[in-house]
C-alpha cells in the first residue's frame, strides 16, 4: 500500500492577471487536469480558461418560486371552492384574482430560499477549510495578488513537473500546498 503524497499541488503567485493567465495557457496546453485560480477581481479571460461557466442558481429559483406559487394557489382554490366554501357576499367561489397576491409571495419566498440553498449546494458549502488556505501569502488573494495552482497526485502530475511548469512564467513565489 503506497502512502499518499504530503502535499496536494504547488501553487504559484503572481502580481498581476497577465502572468497568471500565460501559466494557466501553459499548463492546460500541457493537459494537466487539476488546477484552479484564484484573484482579488474576476478575470474572464482565467474563467474561459479553467472552463468557468453561469450557475444554475437563477433557473433552480424560478423552478421552485412557480412551484410553490401554483402550490399555494392550488391550495387556495382546494380551501375555498371544495374543502369549505363559504359564499360571502356573493362573490363567485372560484375568485381566482383574490388569489394572485398570495401566491406571488409565497412563490418568492420559495424561489428566495431555493436560491440560497442552490447556491449553498453548488458552491459545496459550508466548507470551513481548503488546503491552499495554507500556502504562504494565500491570504493577499483577496487584495492583490493572484495564484495559479496545478493540483499533484495523478500520474505524470507531481509537484516537480508543476513547479518546472509555473517557474517559466517567473511568479513571485511557488510553495508547496500542504494536503489537508
Not at 137 to 161: K, M
Not at 164 to 170: F, K, S, T, Y
Amino acid at each position: 500500500m503506497s502512502a499518499a503524497p504530503p502535499i496536494c499541488g504547488v501553487i504559484a503567485e503572481f502580481d498581476r492577471a497577465e502572468p497568471m493567465i500565460g501559466a494557466l495557457r501553459a499548463a492546460r496546453a500541457a493537459g494537466w487536469p487539476d488546477l484552479d485560480a484564484y484573484s482579488p477581481y474576476p478575470v474572464p479571460d482565467a474563467a474561459k480558461i479553467l472552463g468557468a461557466h453561469g450557475a444554475p442558481v437563477g433557473w433552480i429559483a424560478v423552478g421552485v418560486g412557480l412551484f410553490g406559487a401554483a402550490l399555494q394557489f392550488g391550495v387556495q382554490v382546494w380551501l375555498n371552492v371544495f374543502d369549505y366554501p363559504l359564499n360571502v357576499g356573493g362573490r363567485p367561489l372560484f375568485a381566482w384574482p383574490l388569489f394572485l397576491p398570495s401566491a406571488m409571495i409565497v412563490g418568492i419566498l420559495w424561489g428566495a430560499v431555493a436560491a440560497l440553498v442552490g447556491m449553498l449546494a453548488l458552491n459545496r458549502l459550508p466548507r470551513l477549510h481548503h488546503p491552499v488556505f495554507a500556502a504562504p501569502g494565500f491570504e493577499r488573494a483577496s487584495q492583490d495578488r493572484f495564484f495559479v495552482c496545478l493540483f499533484t497526485g495523478r500520474p505524470g502530475f507531481g509537484p516537480e513537473a508543476a513547479a518546472a511548469l509555473l517557474r517559466d512564467h517567473r511568479p513571485l513565489r511557488i510553495a508547496e500546498v500542504p494536503r489537508a
